[in-house]
């Protein structure tokens, strides 16, 4: 039984994701505001930043499959991501093939590139783990910029662009054209609930309950029958998809990837984002990426300008470069030692409080 006496009369109606009507309520408005309102009264720079925080909540999403769900840890997902944004480019700028078909074959290379990972690395836990797939991402981002050999006629460079990158058309759906921040940001909206459905599809199905088994005791769950390595195997893919849908987006809305936009300082803030938000909900990821890309927004456009004002202009570009990952690292210290759950779990004692009042939400 629900707090304030809902209660399931059948195991279909557990199931739901919304069992309540104000749940229903709240979702309608959400969509109203993210769909009508805030395209009508963002700014470019909002559209832009509000883009950015999407294509993060679906690297996010994966990398809670993986973590949260699984256990594991991973500092390779921006790797991922890039195998997912050079496959669109190459696909659709040197063999014309349309960006809606280059969508599903960036989440599969990105999800075969980190099957491969996951199959050196599947042994390995904790700190070895992390920094194996590290390794993997600086592996990724080399072969991206490697030239190829001497007097080669069909170089590297030729299909990735070494340092320069590659551009893109904007991309069309028939009479549409993506090519706007407004159209680009309905479109990342779609992907964000797209892909929050799946997720929870995956977390709530019992492959979902076969990775938090092998999280919580994988001595146990081995000997429960569960096939340790194949489980692991199918985190890293489905997380290595997600990071590829999202490298797909990132694409088309840079409209040039290069493998500099890849870097290891990503993949340690989308840790970073998974230990502030909390680990083993949708919430923390969503609550992850909003308070780190959030505080983001306040050092880089109000923090760093001041410092940078009121300090020897010797230090100014410096400061301006390194508070950012000052105030990320911080940030995320001081929640492993006074939140450990995270933002969520803020989140969870406050509708714990208001649940808990007699008859605080009507029922379906």
Not at 130 to 156: E, H, M, Y
Not at 333 to 356: D, Q, T, W
Request: include cysteine; charged fraction near 10%; proline fraction near 3%.
């Amino acid at each position: 039984m629900l707090p304030g006496g809902v209660f399931s009369t059948k195991y279909a109606s557990e199931l739901k994701i919304f069992k309540t009507s104000t749940q229903w309520f709240l979702l309608l408005v959400v969509l109203l505001v993210f769909f009508l309102l805030v395209p009508h009264i963002a700014s470019p720079y909002w559209l832009t930043k509000l883009i950015i925080i999407g294509i993060h909540i679906i690297v996010l999403l994966g990398l809670h499959i993986l973590v949260g769900l699984c256990g594991l840890a991973s500092l390779g997902q921006a790797g991922f991501m890039a195998i997912g944004a050079f496959t669109v480019a190459i696909l659709s700028s040197q063999w014309d093939i349309n960006g809606w078909l280059c969508l599903p074959l960036s989440a599969l290379a990105a999800g075969l590139v980190g099957l491969v990972v996951g199959l050196i690395t599947v042994r390995l836990k904790l700190f070895y783990l992390a920094i194996a797939t590290w390794v993997s991402q600086d592996i990724i981002l080399w072969l991206l910029r490697f030239p190829g050999p001497k007097g080669s006629d069909n170089a590297w460079w030729d299909y990735t662009g070494g340092f320069t990158g590659i551009q893109l058309e904007p991309l069309t759906l028939g009479p549409f054209d993506f090519g706007s921040d407004t159209s680009l940001y309905i479109l990342t909206v779609i992907f964000v609930i797209v892909g929050t459905y799946i997720t929870l599809g995956i977390q709530r199905s019992n492959t979902g309950r076969i990775l938090v088994a092998v999280r919580d005791n994988d001595l146990a769950a081995e000997v429960a029958g569960i096939n340790l390595i194949r489980s692991k195997l199918l985190a890293f893919f489905i997380a290595s998809c997600f990071a590829g849908v999202a490298g797909w987006l990132w694409a088309y809305f840079q409209l040039r990837v290069n493998a500099s936009q890849f870097d290891i300082g990503d993949s340690i803030f989308y840790m970073g984002m998974i230990v502030i938000g909390g680990t083993g909900s949708i919430s923390a990821v969503f609550s992850g990426v909003i308070f780190f890309d959030g505080m983001d927004i306040i050092v880089m456009d109000y923090v760093a300008p001041w410092a940078v004002d009121h300090m020897p202009s010797r230090w100014a570009a410096q400061i301006h470069f390194a508070l950012k990952y000052i105030v990320g690292g911080l940030g995320v210290m001081m929640f492993i030692k006074m939140a450990p759950k995270g933002v969520a779990g803020f989140i969870e004692k406050f509708k714990l409080s208001y649940r808990l009042h007699p008859y605080s939400f009507r029922g379906s």
